[in-house]
């Protein structure tokens, strides 16, 4: 029986679309991250604190007034709320990075772990914005009043996967530019990329505050999804998860994140929906986090760079990748070089 | 180029600084100059290391000032520095080692910002004209064979060599070598010599720290000797070889 009701579960398209999604969702917190741990160095153990800020400032102002007892509900339209969300964890990565990157690696973990929790007592204690413990259990989704609430599901899907699509973009952008080599420099060899001319810290604060807009946009997506937020949403977990599919994709290469997201997700759904017998269900509980330690254990033992790398990554392709560029400027600048000499044989006439 | 009065490109006056009781670098006081290759020599611990840390902004003297150009420089960020166009070697060239040659090569002159070098079209055409470049800096030294190989598994020689490669792509107007000879091997020093004069030739003004004392006494056009913090003899490389107060600090009291 209970088999049965496992393989449906795989075979309904709810399942596949709500676990697609969050993966979409995943996979471009995940890819942000990267950004700021993978290639600028910054250890963020807090990246769920900037969920959460932007969570929350979506959610608290798209909610029509009156329906909960809150002091403030201006009932913004959605889109407003997106760039609200944006614009508030924002601010907040720049108030937060301010204190925060003077510190380096685990101390800077240390901190943007404790900012997280902040941010989730805060959520707990600002009881008259947050409504507290109990939080929101509903949260305004767009076209909500065009679709069934499957199609709309179908619909969501594809938008999340449109971000995350936007933010792959970004990323690949970041890594072809010379902010993206700037990052792994800095990185790299603080002291090297100093004496280049990089101003560090600044490019830290640019970075941070990059991820925190970033993390901003897709906040909302994450609300549509799960349709409510309460404090216990925004738990260190949802940081854990980020970071665990990150070492497993590959830190710091280009698609690894969304590789190591699909992979890790997958896994644990296929992980949690095994049968067992019903006095084996209590073993089978706590053995479900034993199997994402044995998959992750087992991916860095016979590739310990992840299942992707960030010398895959980057490497020879990097060079060729420029070359038409390259080819191209040598034929202008022998022009160039042409042109000058037969001005100057002119004059020397 | 501009200089000031003395025709100097870098000044320094008076730099003093103390590690706790330890003063590494005792009123030094030296002017460097574009058309002659500098070299500065003295024992272990003598301050060397610690003059150009001072010089580049990664320590803060305790007194004294410099200036690069006529415009004082003193107390400047690292990065700041740089970007004048004063530009700095590593004793230990541990470089960006996820980087191939080639990549680190791109480093420098690239924009950083994070707008600038990522939203504009100017970032593609820097890359090229950056590319470019690259191509050519690595071929001035021999480093065209090393292009796609990770910095990290260069041998000691070559990673100074590609250390080099990358600094001059942030178009140094004053280039400071520390100990640029340290592990590359006997037989290639010759030819390291040689770089380093195209380097200048090519309008780089130079400043060098090396132990090897007859490669510096080769390259140098003008020697300044350090022990314990303070300049004790300059001249010619025939002066300082001939200085016996230079002998005893730095080759010992065997003369």
Redesign the interface.
Known sequence: MSTLAAISALGSPTFWVSLLTLIGIYASVTMLLNVESGWGGMWDLGIVGLLAIGSYTYTIVTNPPGEFEVSYAPGWPVWAGILAAMLMTGIVAFLVGLPALRARREYFLIITFAFAEVFRQLAINLGDLTHGTVGFNSVARPFESFFQRDALRAVLLVVTWGAALLVYALTR??S???????L??MR??E??????????SR?RL??FV?VGVAIGGIAPLYMWWLRYANPNVFKAQFTFTAWTALVLGGI?SRFGPVLGVAVLLLFTELVELIDVPPELRNVHVAVHPLAIGLLLVLVLRFRPEGLLS??RT???R??RQ??L??A???VA?RLRRLGRGDAVQAEAL | MTTNGSGALLSTHGLYKAFGGNVAVHDVSLDLYPDRITALIGPNGAGKTTLFNII???ERADAGNITFDGQPVTGM????I??RGV????QTP???????V???L???G?????LT??MTNR??R????L??RA?ETLENLGLDQL??T?VDELAAGDRKLAELA??L??QPRLLLLDEPAAGVNPGAISRLSELIRDVHRSGIALMIIDHNLSFVLDVADYVHTMANGRIIAEGTPEEIAANPLVRQVYMGADT
């Open positions: 952008r970041i072809r530019s010379g902010y993206g080599r700037a792994r420099a790299d060899n002291p090297a990329a100093l004496s280049l001319g990089i101003r560090v490019l640019q970075t990059l710091a960030e010398r980057f490497g020879e990097a060079r420029t070359s560029d390259v191209m400027a040598a600048s | 580049t902004g990664y960020a690292p990065w700041e740089s970007r530009v700095r070697t590593f541990v470089g960006f080692p996820t980087m191939t080639w990549e680190s791109q480093v420098a690239a924009s950083h910002n994070v070098g990522m970032g593609r820097e890359t090229a004209e590319s470019a191509d292009i796609d990770p990358r600094q792509m942030a």
